[in-house]
């Protein structure tokens, strides 16, 4: 079975400025290059999972997500995309959520079609949605201390399921 890493985006790989849409705005967190080209090298397989309701709230369209994130990869050394599979959640909090965390649906589906370990994969996140989509799909969880304050404190779910908790993506990558 293999071992894979789900990684949210704003907050986690790039800085959260709330919204962001424009290639330009894209501001990597310290380390996250440094912790994905490790990653690959150990053999994790990389999956992006990022809610972006912006897009359903209208603010901006798929492609302008799509065109961050080719940026967020140059600016990381890499020439080609380094995920294996890529989940742009658009739904609104108000929405009926299908991918959107915490749905594990997008986890679930990816451990399925890879025959990805649970013991060996996790879901790394800066807010409570990322680790309790985490924990629905049944692999393990980190939180990334890089995202802005939020309205749900997870705290007490961290403190609840013993998940680790690091300053940093990079940090949480060295001790794996
Ligand atoms: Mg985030």
Redesign the pocket.
Known sequence: MKKALFL?????LVV?THYLYKAADVQLIPGAGEALHALLKAGYLLFLF??QSGIGRGYYVLDDALACNRHMFMMMGFREDPFIETCIAPETPEDQAVYRKPSPKFILEMCEKYQLDPQNSWMV???LC?LEAGFNAGIRSAFVQT?KASDTDPHEFLREHGIPVYAHILEFVEQL
Not at 8 to 12: F, Q, S, V
């Open positions: 949210d985006r704003d907050g986690t959260d990022t809610n996140g800066d807010k990322d995202g």
